[in-house]
């Protein structure tokens, strides 16, 4: 079998199965031929008590097995057929769809192959689908043991070489883990093989379909014609120089119309862009918003100052954006956007009460935005970020007056929310705090024990954690992310060198030094230190003779 397991729970496919001795066919076709029937050496090793006075057999001679093959095929079992796509005399089957047999068993389109697949994996079936049109063909009559077709127009037929694409198997509900073999055998009712026609359709053509034998042995024993003598291989049924005459019998057929693609792919293929801007007089996407008498109080008074501006909505045409807001060199706008900036301060402004009572406080417009940034006030002056887009452009002050009556209106529901929120509030507040202190105690740790060591000693003692640290590197003038254990051969020292083991061997103090009576006066830390620095390089890996002979080559020769 060849393919991979299913990525979704419900459906998985594969380029085909092979069961039994097919399975260990692995001889792929040569120049297009292959044999009528696939030869293989079987081989009995037998065990048992032998008769007074006889001999022991233990293994029989070498049987050579003939499978059953393309020439020996004469027709198919109706049961073998579950359905065909569409179903036979559909009036309205879509233009963009193929034409499809499904079969109950799994390895059908390829049990009679005796071929095994090619270098890239694939593997010609045996049978193959015709969809052609009715000039394209004539059935013949008296044909016997199989019904049989006369294609007139060879052009129809498919290039066999590619039928490996034309067939797969396909299962259903998921595998639940079980490699496929386990569901062929326990629920083989979950895995079918499907035969695809490649031809495309044509809108408000009527077609017939028929399942046919890919190889010319097949079709000639289909047809009640006798092989000839000695024949040993089988050939395509058709190929590029076939002519018109070409009779093939067929195995199931199904008659169909195609008409205009209807599925949700073609409609969608349909659908054209339309420029909407200035469509019958209307501007779609934005609306003209008066901002020319917002009040005394924020210095612009004239209409002819100020205008109108366009306030863009949720949909817009593709490509068009409302206009900038004010445009360059609009002298009125930036007035207006000043006047704005210049209430807005004063909103955040504290009277002064020494001295008695203040001043009323001013009334202003509303800061939007402002409990999610520091000094609010300040940021109005920063055209970089987006708390001024927000309060100093009337069409956006619009919008956000919007949503804030929204807000008004769901006030109850809003905070009956929040509420049903605070238990896992106070959750993760708690999560949070833990985290916290977990940073700062193993950050305190780090500076206090390990950040006081040498870089080569903390390369050393963290040896163990190496794989999940991660930092950033740049390879070859390309930035990325590795981590510590890969950083390290980059720096010329190997993973054994900071391993526990050696840690362990190169310790001065250490039991084994001791017990040799031997001073050790080089640590691990020093010797990484000359492989970063190159002061001292390892011994380079041994170098295998390539004439010695070894076990490997001598195996499962003759």
Same mark, same amino acid.
């Given at each position: 079998?060849?393919?991979?397991?299913?990525?979704?729970?419900? !459906?998985?496919? !594969?380029?085909?199965?092979?069961?039994?001795?097919a399975?260990?066919?692995?001889?792929?076709? &040569?120049?297009? %031929?292959?044999?009528?029937?696939?030869?293989?050496?079987?081989?009995?090793?037998?065990?048992?008590?032998?008769?007074?006075? /006889?001999?022991?057999?233990t293994?029989?001679?070498?049987?050579?097995?003939?499978?059953?093959?393309?020439?020996?095929v004469?027709g198919?079992?109706?049961?073998?057929?579950?359905?065909?796509?569409?179903?036979?005399?559909?009036?309205?089957?879509?233009?963009?769809?193929?034409?499809?047999v499904?079969?109950?068993?799994?390895?059908?389109?390829?049990?009679?192959?005796?071929?095994?697949?090619?270098? +890239?994996?694939?593997?010609?079936?045996w049978?193959?689908?015709?969809?052609?049109?009715?000039?394209?063909?004539?059935?013949?009559?008296?044909?016997?043991?199989?019904?049989?077709?006369?294609?007139?127009?060879p052009?129809?037929?498919?290039?066999?070489?590619?039928?490996w694409?034309w067939?797969?198997?396909?299962?259903?509900?998921?595998?639940?883990? #079980?490699?496929?073999?386990?569901?062929?055998?326990?629920?083989?009712?979950?895995? @079918?093989?499907?035969?695809?026609?490649?031809?495309?359709?044509?809108?408000?053509?009527?077609?017939?379909?028929?399942? &046919?034998?890919?190889?010319?042995?097949? %079709?000639?024993v289909?047809?009640?014609?006798?092989?000839?003598?000695?024949?040993?291989?089988?050939?395509?049924?058709?190929?590029?120089?076939?002519?018109?005459?070409?009779?093939?019998?067929?195995?199931? #057929?199904?008659?169909?119309?195609?008409?205009?693609?209807?599925?949700?792919?073609?409609?969608?293929?349909?659908?054209?862009p339309?420029?909407?801007?200035?469509?019958?007089?209307?501007?779609?996407?934005?609306?003209?918003?008066?901002?020319?008498?917002?009040?005394t109080?924020?210095?612009?008074?004239?209409? %002819?100052?100020?205008?109108?501006?366009?306030?863009?909505?949720?949909?817009?045409?593709?490509?068009? /954006?409302p206009?900038?807001?004010?445009s360059?060199?609009?002298?009125?706008?930036?007035?207006?956007?000043?006047?704005?900036?210049?209430l807005?301060?004063?909103?955040?402004?504290?009277?002064?009460?020494?001295?008695?009572?203040?001043?009323?406080?001013a009334v202003?417009?509303?800061i939007?935005?402002?409990? @999610?940034? !520091?000094?609010?006030?300040?940021?109005?002056?920063?055209?970089?970020?987006?708390?001024?887009?927000?309060?100093?452009?009337?069409?956006?002050?619009?919008?956000?007056?919007?949503?804030?009556?929204?807000v008004?209106?769901?006030?109850?529901?809003?905070?009956?929310a929040?509420?049903?929120?605070?238990?896992?509030?106070?959750?993760?507040?708690?999560?949070?705090?833990?985290?916290?202190?977990?940073?700062?105690? &193993?950050?305190?740790?780090?500076?206090?024990?390990?950040?006081?060591?040498?870089? +080569?000693?903390?390369?050393?003692?963290? %040896?163990g954690?190496?794989?999940?640290?991660?930092?950033?590197?740049t390879?070859a003038?390309?930035?990325?992310?590795?981590?510590?254990?890969a950083?390290?051969?980059?720096?010329?020292?190997?993973?054994?060198?900071?391993?526990?083991?050696?840690?362990?061997v190169?310790?001065?103090?250490?039991s084994?030094?001791?017990?040799?009576?031997?001073?050790?006066?080089t640590?691990?830390?020093?010797?990484?230190?000359?492989?970063? !620095?190159?002061?001292?390089?390892?011994?380079?890996?041994?170098?295998?003779?390539?004439?010695? /002979?070894?076990?490997?080559?001598?195996?499962?020769?003759?």
């Amino acid at each position: 079998m060849s393919g991979t397991p299913p990525t979704s729970e419900n !459906y998985g496919f !594969y380029s085909f199965v092979r069961q039994g001795l097919a399975a260990t066919i692995t001889t792929p076709p &040569v120049g297009g %031929a292959v044999p009528l029937r696939y030869q293989l050496q079987v081989e009995i090793d037998l065990s048992g008590q032998p008769l007074p006075g /006889a001999s022991n057999p233990t293994r029989a001679p070498v049987t050579t097995v003939s499978l059953v093959g393309p020439g020996d095929v004469v027709g198919v079992h109706p049961n073998q057929f579950i359905r065909s796509e569409p179903k036979d005399g559909t009036p309205s089957f879509e233009s963009n769809r193929l034409a499809a047999v499904e079969l109950s068993d799994a390895s059908f389109p390829w049990i009679f192959t005796p071929a095994g697949p090619d270098s +890239a994996g694939r593997l010609l079936p045996w049978v193959a689908l015709l969809v052609l049109e009715s000039s394209e063909f004539q059935l013949a009559s008296g044909s016997q043991p199989l019904p049989s077709i006369t294609i007139t127009d060879p052009t129809a037929l498919p290039p066999l070489s590619e039928s490996w694409a034309w067939a797969h198997v396909q299962v259903t509900g998921g595998t639940g883990g #079980s490699p496929l073999s386990s569901l062929l055998n326990q629920t083989p009712s979950q895995v @079918f093989s499907r035969v695809i026609s490649p031809r495309a359709l044509s809108e408000g053509t009527s077609y017939s379909a028929f399942l &046919v034998p890919a190889f010319d042995a097949t %079709a000639q024993v289909g047809l009640g014609n006798p092989l000839p003598t000695g024949t040993t291989t089988t050939g395509p049924a058709w190929n590029a120089n076939t002519k018109p005459g070409l009779r093939l019998p067929f195995y199931y #057929s199904f008659a169909f119309q195609a008409t205009a693609s209807g599925d949700f792919e073609s409609l969608v293929r349909r659908l054209r862009p339309t420029p909407l801007t200035g469509l019958h007089g209307v501007t779609v996407g934005a609306r003209p918003m008066d901002v020319s008498n917002p009040g005394t109080a924020w210095g612009v008074s004239s209409a %002819a100052d100020a205008g109108t501006v366009q306030l863009g909505g949720a949909l817009r045409p593709l490509g068009g /954006a409302p206009p900038e807001w004010p445009s360059t060199g609009d002298v009125h706008a930036a007035t207006f956007q000043t006047n704005v900036q210049t209430l807005l301060q004063e909103s955040g402004a504290t009277p002064a009460t020494s001295g008695g009572p203040g001043p009323d406080p001013a009334v202003a417009p509303p800061i939007y935005g402002g409990d @999610f940034v !520091y000094e609010p006030t300040t940021h109005l002056t920063n055209e970089a970020v987006w708390f001024p887009q927000l309060n100093l452009d009337p069409r956006w002050r619009g919008l956000a007056g919007i949503g804030s009556k929204v807000v008004q209106s769901h006030a109850t529901m809003l905070l009956a929310a929040a509420w049903q929120q605070y238990p896992g509030l106070r959750e993760a507040n708690h999560v949070l705090r833990h985290s916290q202190f977990s940073f700062a105690v &193993v950050g305190r740790m780090l500076s206090k024990h390990l950040g006081r060591l040498p870089s +080569a000693s903390q390369i050393a003692l963290t %040896a163990g954690v190496h794989g999940q640290l991660r930092l950033r590197a740049t390879i070859a003038g390309v930035p990325t992310t590795i981590t510590v254990h890969a950083a390290l051969p980059l720096a010329g020292i190997n993973a054994p060198f900071v391993s526990p083991a050696t840690r362990r061997v190169m310790r001065p103090s250490g039991s084994l030094w001791a017990r040799q009576g031997v001073t050790f006066g080089t640590s691990p830390q020093v010797v990484i230190a000359r492989l970063s !620095y190159g002061r001292i390089t390892l011994v380079p890996p041994a170098r295998v003779l390539g004439a010695l /002979a070894t076990g490997a080559s001598n195996l499962g020769g003759g």
